[in-house]
């Protein structure tokens, strides 16, 4: 059973930072795109970042320039560099595993809350 396990949040002062990471408990972390979703409160779940096997990164315009994704396939991890932090950001930070066909399955996180509040 695929196990993605996140830690990084809490709380954070407007203009501050936070680098969440995820944790994947297979072997064949490099081949999948991973990314980060948010849920804020009474609102949908968001596609925050995503970073292909090769490198390849996209982000909400929301986070443009603030966030950052990476990846350390040897050490299975997925990270979310954020900066800048606005209260607006506050939600439940996902790590998330995409599917690698249309049959398969994605696999999520429990989710981490960033709060941002002075």
């Known amino acids: 059973q695929v196990q993605l396990v996140e830690s990084g949040g809490g709380l954070v002062q407007p203009g501050g930072s936070l680098k969440l990471s995820c944790v994947d408990s297979e072997m064949t972390f490099a081949t999948y795109v991973m990314g980060w979703y948010r849920q804020a409160q009474g609102k949908q779940r968001e596609l925050v970042a995503s970073?292909?096997?090769?490198?390849?990164?996209t982000y909400a315009d929301s986070v443009k320039d603030r966030f950052t994704i990476s990846r350390d396939n040897a050490k299975r991890t997925v990270y979310l560099q954020m900066n800048n932090l606005k209260p607006e950001d506050t939600a439940v930070y996902y790590c998330?595993?995409?599917?690698?066909?249309?049959?398969?399955?994605?696999?999520w996180g429990q989710g981490t809350q960033v709060t941002v509040s002075s």
């Open positions: 998330v595993r995409f599917k690698l066909t249309d049959s398969g399955t994605s696999y």
């Open positions: 970073i292909g096997n090769r490198g390849t990164t």
